[in-house]
């Protein structure tokens, strides 16, 4: 990875718009390559493995141990680059994907790289070590099914679009690691019900972001709009336009959600493994993205969990039930699921989701608190399901797992790095990876949902 200074610093010794000539060397997490220039480590974006680029540097001071940049030129080209489909995509565009200048097998095996590193880094499992746990193939990034149009191209899944509002009420995409708001005239990772909903069509003064929610079967879209707030916590005057597509409208509030018109939830259709469900899911409540995402994690935690008739299952961090439900299917009425979660507005979603399943109980509040009231108990469970927020679940949360003594841990994963130290943390109380699949729920963009599967050893 030699470089070559191919301009001078910027002002006053900083580095940034320094543009510098180096070789790629290998993917790291976070959407970047690894080059290295007079020692220090560049993360430079919009390059591949194995490619030679002028690099420019865009964040970093002189003391620092490494700077990002940008590959602004390509000298010696991957076999695995393509032309970016989105216009917008690029240095110093919309910052919301990151490889879409790689080929769609190429972005999977880059995932695929980053999570293998993750896990051998921070928890010490080398090629060696994952190999009876990811089969012959090695670790695989799994394509799943949608029904967008342009799914297969990894384009056109993205049910839910967080606008962000910029100068003049207009709406936008962030740029990478930026405030600066990109009006694109189409985000082309927006599933086709979404992506109706044109941005630049009407403005929105006074507010701070706008998500759309558009699911892919039915006929439900909503718009749920964030106010803007100024320092002393007061909202700014906000007027809500005429959205150009027929839409429900609701605003966030200091007292939930409120209802401008139409509804305030949405309805999302999943093919469960035991047949079709519907759940209600409120405003901005969690729910995967991708079309195909909710059925092939519902699928992959049932196999991975390998429940029989009349067993016990805790699912955390539940949202509007989507796992719950697929797990009750599995226990049958004999058995018995717990459900936690803590946000009041998904635990409203999933008593009413889950309501004609007598085998769940439903668990508002937090994940370490419930597990310490079932331990308080001696409630049994035979498995345990964790579906954390990117930060993952962390020490205390697993050591109260633990100590419930569930036969299986099966951990689903949005960020490599949080699963891997999960996993080192539940190796030290005596789990063992023994199942691990991902899944491109996210094509474009660097991330990866992971399920592992861990035995008590
Ligand atoms: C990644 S989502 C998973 C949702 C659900 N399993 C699904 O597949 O739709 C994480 C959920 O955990 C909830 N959550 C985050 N921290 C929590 C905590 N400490 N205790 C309980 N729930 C929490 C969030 O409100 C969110 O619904």
Redesign the pocket.
């Known amino acids: 990875m030699s470089s070559q200074p191919a301009q001078q610093a910027g002002e006053q010794g900083s580095p940034v718009g320094l543009e510098v000539e180096v070789e790629v060397g290998p993917v790291a997490h976070g959407g970047h390559c690894v080059a290295r220039h007079e020692g220090r480590v560049l993360f430079v974006r919009h390059a591949l493995p194995g490619e030679r680029v002028v690099a420019r540097v865009t964040e970093g001071a002189p003391r620092d141990s490494y700077w990002r940049a940008d590959a602004v030129a390509v000298l010696r080209l991957s076999p695995d680059r393509v032309t970016p489909p989105c216009p917008w995509a690029g240095p110093g565009l919309c910052g919301g994907c990151d490889w879409q200048h790689a080929a769609l097998p190429a972005q999977r095996a880059l995932k695929a790289a980053v999570l293998a590193e993750q896990l051998e880094r921070l928890a010490g499992l080398d090629a060696a070590a994952l190999a009876p746990v990811t089969g012959d193939g090695g670790l695989v990034v799994e394509a799943v099914d949608g029904d967008g149009v342009d799914v297969e191209a990894g384009l056109r899944w993205r049910t839910r679009v967080q606008y962000a509002v910029g100068p003049g009420g207009r709406l936008g995409l962030r740029e990478h690691r930026s405030h600066r708001v990109v009006e694109v005239d189409d985000c082309r990772i927006a599933a086709p019900r979404a992506a109706e909903v044109d941005p630049r069509a009407v403005t929105w003064p006074g507010a701070e972001g706008v998500e759309v929610v558009a699911p892919q079967t039915g006929e439900d879209r909503l718009l749920v709009v964030t106010p803007r707030r100024t320092g002393d916590g007061q909202g700014r005057r906000l007027r809500l336009p005429n959205p150009p597509a027929p839409s429900s409208l609701a605003v966030v509030g200091d007292e939930g959600l409120a209802r401008v018109r139409g509804r305030t939830w949405v309805a999302q259709e999943v093919e469960l493994p035991r047949g079709p469900r519907s759940f209600r899911v409120t405003g901005s409540g ?3 993205v991708h079309p195909g995402a909710a059925a092939a ?1 519902a699928g992959a935690v049932v196999r991975f969990a390998g429940l029989a008739p009349g067993e016990a299952v805790a699912d955390l ?4 039930g ?2 719950t439900a697929a797990l009750a299917e599995e226990v049958g009425e004999d058995g018995r699921v717990v459900s ?4 009041a507005r ?1 635990v409203a979603d999933a008593r009413r989701n889950l309501r004609d399943l007598p085998q769940v109980r439903v668990l508002p509040g ?2 370490d608190r419930a597990l310490g009231a079932m331990a308080a108990d001696d409630e049994h469970v035979d498995v345990v399901v964790l ?3 990117r930060v993952g679940a962390r020490r205390g949360v697993l050591e109260r797992v633990a100590s419930l003594a569930p036969r299986t841990v099966v951990h689903v994963a ?1 960020d490599p790095a949080a699963l891997a130290r999960d996993v080192a943390v539940l190796a030290e109380l005596g789990y063992r990876l023994d199942g691990l699949r991902a899944f491109d729920l996210f094509p474009q963009t660097h991330h990866v949902e992971a399920v592992a599967r861990l035995v008590r050893a």
């Open positions: 969690f729910w995967q994690l961090y539940a949202g509007a989507l796992l936690v979660e803590g946000d998904a937090r994940v579906d954390p927020p949005c």
